[in-house]
């Protein structure tokens, strides 16, 4: 993990702020709930929830804990603590009030969607470019909030997105970035869903070798290590891999011996001939 690290942190940055960007989701993990009668999740189907915090310098899993399917993220989240700086972006199954001022408290900024029945007041009205994508930069407090005698601000961001025809509403406890870096912000968080998608599509981890509980979890595991061999492999050659093709040939080459790293670099090279002193089989 140190060395995928220290090669991400080597590479461009996609923001100009320095503050480390984390991506925390969550995702379900479908099982059959008669061979795996301990994965409680419905009436009628069992299922485990893989809880992941994505690190944005190199797309890099940072922490994850493997739960039942009926475990909320917020049980989870909770628990988690986080360096001041920190900037955090998660999806409206975590909205809860009381989690964003502990956030607050502890020097953590976050980026979310806001719902729509919340109940706010509107404290200040920024000025927004005119005819612009920005349709309302506000700041804002909770009326829950007030009602407990606290007084928290926080951003609310009104943006228009053209390609889809509808309105998006951001919340933050940023009360400086601009709206549009909000929003990008909140749109990177769409990464810990393409990792989910790799994860699910490149590791099998659609179907288990085993029934058990250990089983289950034991072949998760597996699959979050090899997703971080091959991104370290990704970050360490010069040639620009998809992580699906670099999967797909990586095992082709298991059977040939050559030099791993020169083979990353450059893949379309043939393998180097065999050695003259290796003996011939004699099949006739």
Not at 107 to 134: C, F, H, M, Q, S
Not at 254 to 283: G, I, N, S, Y
Request: hydrophobic fraction near 45%.
């Amino acid at each position: 993990m140190n060395r995928c690290q220290a090669l991400a942190q080597s590479g461009r940055r996609k923001f100009r702020f320095k503050n480390k960007l984390l991506s925390l989701d969550a995702t379900v993990i479908d099982l059959c709930a008669t061979l795996y009668d301990w994965a409680k999740f419905r009436r009628t189907k069992g299922a485990i929830k893989l809880h992941l915090l994505l690190d944005h310098d190199g797309y890099l899993p940072r922490f994850a804990v493997i739960t039942d399917g009926k475990t909320h993220e917020l049980n989870v989240a909770r628990k988690l603590r986080w360096e001041p700086g920190t900037i955090l972006v998660f999806d409206r199954g975590y909205v809860d009030y009381q989690w964003f001022v502990e956030l607050t408290r502890q020097g953590v900024y976050w980026v979310t969607r806001l719902k729509e029945n919340a109940d706010y007041l509107v404290v200040e009205r920024r000025p927004v470019p005119a005819g612009g994508k920005i349709l309302a930069d506000e700041v804002i407090s909770f009326y829950r909030l007030l009602g407990e005698g606290r007084e928290y601000f926080f951003r609310r961001v009104e943006i228009w997105d053209a390609e889809q025809q509808r309105r998006l509403v951001f919340l933050s406890n940023h009360l400086e970035f601009g709206p549009t870096t909000l929003a990008a912000i909140y749109k990177e968080r769409w990464q810990v869903e393409l990792f989910f998608k790799a994860l699910k599509q490149l590791c099998k981890i659609k179907t288990f070798v085993g029934t058990s509980a250990n089983a289950v979890k034991v072949q998760v595991w597996t699959a979050l290590i090899a997703m971080l061999l091959l991104r370290f492999l990704q970050l360490r050659a010069r040639f620009g891999w998809a992580l699906s093709n670099l999967l797909a040939l990586l095992r082709q080459q298991l059977f040939v011996h050559r030099d791993l790293w020169a083979w990353l670099d450059d893949p379309f090279q043939p393998p180097p001939p065999p050695p003259e002193e290796q003996l011939a089989l004699a099949l006739a």
